[in-house]
């Protein structure tokens, strides 16, 4: 079996169900040779953001991502508003943690609300005020398409070709775009547009990370049963290799949220088959 | 409160959960006012069709849809023939019925195959073999996308724009197709691009079907717990709107699966609210 060149491979640090400190997830991540991590939110605010950027340094890992976004729409002007602060705190933290890209997830509709256009409107006013004080920070935004079981309740922002319109409406066509988009395979994999979607993201220069997982069959709970690569349907190869051939080049970054199965065991044996898998199935 | 013209109204017996027996689902729905009915293959196949055509006549109803098909991706081409094969006899027995459509649930993807791209060129054959099977009986065939979370297990056609290609491949532009798609609330309410879409259903004369019930929140089974409309959280009024300018005249008609809320009461009290529900959510 060949083995995957782990360097160019990263841990989001929810694949490891949180069950230990970010100090710790580091120095496992690292010393099973992994390039990169993706740690939450949960994991660093409140604590020495500095002292955990220089912990991710100094084991060698690249932040791909910074996990995640405040939802963003809210019934209320001031509630918007309190959502965008919130993310521009969390930009400075990415900034801090050197992140390649903060990661959002725009947030569904509001409780009570059945409007998605409005919804909808209000993500592309945050992201264009958070884009402006993510471009002083030096971090990149990285919207995160996600499935459209998740629509009312995480991301009214659910196509591919959405999330590179709301790129394009934003930050118009520019050379070097700090707006930009994740693919993470769980949420885009079904698309009949998804080819030419990814090949457009590559034209554009919008592909800021590059998530893998799988689709169960059958899918417990959309949420958190998500599956190893190789254990599901989506057929990881050949995304992946859409998406190099767009000219990604930045890290494969292993993102399960996976309550009943991986979660449940030693973060060794997750890291190990995360190992085996990005060489036999991704 | 005004009342919902319940002639122009539908329902789908999935709604009643299957109870009783056809026969009785007939005479309820008809005794509630509604001018329609779409029937189950389960609950047809196997019995004296023409007796159950001839009672939903004599009750008035109207047959919008008969539902459904069986799916066609095989791993075999054996395995397509005979799924076509069956399809064949579901469309003679939607004629006897005098179903307005027969309902095309295509399939997803084959146990063990992750090919997406070989599961849609078999619809795409199947629906063309059972479109001249359909023409040539009278019954117009209405392709029904799904959300996007049944991709994997129910249908590898998602999209309402992928629908209309699909359409559109197979029978080209003719003004009186018999081909067309099933609008139903719960599979396309999160799709940036409905407005856009069902307005192109319009002008293609496409639109078979509208069916309605609601998104709820949370969603504890993406299969069985859809809910009551005015419950969730799809604007429903809105798409209705849509499709009515869009030109749709036919019925409106009410699908809910709930195992565990409607399908366990009383099917007069279904009836009496999805009756209620149809004029204040609808």
């Known amino acids: 079996m060949m083995a995957a060149n782990l360097r160019n491979c990263a841990i989001n640090t929810a694949t490891l169900g949180f069950q230990c400190p970010i100090a710790q997830s580091i120095d496992a991540i690292a010393a099973a040779g992994f390039g990169?991590?993706?740690?939450?939110r949960r994991e660093v605010?409140?604590?020495?953001?500095?002292a955990i950027a220089k912990r991710i340094r100094e084991a060698g890992l690249k932040v791909t991502g910074y996990c995640r976004s405040t939802y963003l729409p809210s019934l209320t002007r001031e509630g918007l508003q309190a959502n965008i602060e919130s993310n521009r705190r969390a930009l400075e933290d990415a900034a801090i943690l050197g992140a390649?890209?903060?990661?959002?997830?725009v947030g569904g509709l509001p409780a009570?609300?059945?409007d998605i256009a409005a919804a909808r409107a209000q993500v592309a006013e945050g992201v264009g005020l958070l884009l402006e004080h993510g471009k002083r920070l030096g971090v990149r935004i990285a919207l995160e398409p996600l499935h459209p079981v998740y629509t009312a309740e995480r991301s009214c922002l659910t196509l591919l070709s959405e999330a590179l319109d709301m790129c394009h409406h934003?930050?118009?066509?520019?050379?070097?775009?700090?707006l930009g988009v994740c693919v993470d395979v769980y949420h885009v994999w079904w698309d009949p547009n998804l080819a030419r979607d990814i090949a457009r993201a590559g034209r554009e220069k919008r592909i800021a990370g590059f998530h893998v997982c799988d689709w169960l069959v059958p899918t417990n709970d959309v949420l958190n049963d998500r599956g190893m690569m190789g254990d599901g349907v989506i057929d990881i190869p050949s995304i992946r290799a859409q998406v190099e051939k767009a000219g990604y080049k930045g890290l494969i970054?292993?993102?399960?949220?996976?309550?009943?199965?991986?979660w449940k065991r030693p973060v060794i044996e997750i890291l190990q088959v995360c190992a085996e898998r990005l060489a036999t199935s991704v």
């Open 253 to 262: 970054e292993v993102e399960i949220f996976s309550a009943q199965n991986w």
């Open 100 to 105: 390649q890209s903060f990661v959002m997830v």
């Open 170 to 178: 934003i930050e118009g066509s520019v050379s070097e775009p700090s």
């Open 36 to 40: 990169g991590i993706a740690p939450w």
């Open 45 to 50: 605010e409140g604590q020495n953001v500095p």
């Open 112 to 114: 009570g609300s059945k």
